[in-house]
């Protein structure tokens, strides 16, 4: 698997990705909630951030990650690929690659925790309102070891 840096280019696939992926795994978010968040993404955090892809051999993204300040912003696979390890590699390279450290998870997403204490991160403080202020309690971590 091959990680890649995204191009402005590829914005539609990744925020077709996004959309799938937390329609999947963030049951606790609203219609509301994501129809609110489709075009922030679009428009503005994917500029604010550090992305990396990785794509099939069709040049289909399956998966990205965005970094920022040594934090993992985003984090997101297709549905049909989940388990597959993509986020491992992603999360591998960033660490190794992009001196990424920390992360923040919805507490409601326990998969995503779940996956980010296996890869060796600690549970190292919480907030009750995510980045937008809505109430949906972050969990903050950060890597301790990376041997995995």
């Excluded at 951030?49 to 934090?71: E, M, T, Y």
């Excluded at 992009?98 to 907030?127: C, E, P, W």
């Amino acid at each position: 698997m091959q990680v890649a840096k995204v191009e402005q280019s590829d914005y539609p696939e990744l925020i077709e990705v996004w959309e799938l992926s937390v329609r999947s795994t963030h049951d606790f978010l609203s219609e509301e909630n994501i129809l609110t968040l489709k075009p922030l993404i679009l428009e503005q955090y994917f500029d604010a951030v550090d992305l990396r892809c990785i794509k099939n051999n069709h040049n289909k993204i399956l998966s990205f990650i965005g970094i920022a300040k040594h934090n993992v912003e985003m984090l997101f696979v297709l549905p049909t690929e989940i388990g597959k390890g993509l986020g491992k590699v992603l999360m591998h390279y960033a660490t190794t690659n992009l001196n990424t450290n920390k992360v923040d998870v919805n507490m409601q997403n326990t998969k995503a925790l779940h996956f980010y204490q296996k890869l060796g991160f600690k549970i190292v403080g919480r907030s009750e309102f995510d980045g937008q202020g809505n109430p949906f309690p972050l969990i903050h971590m950060t890597l301790i070891d990376i041997s995995n």
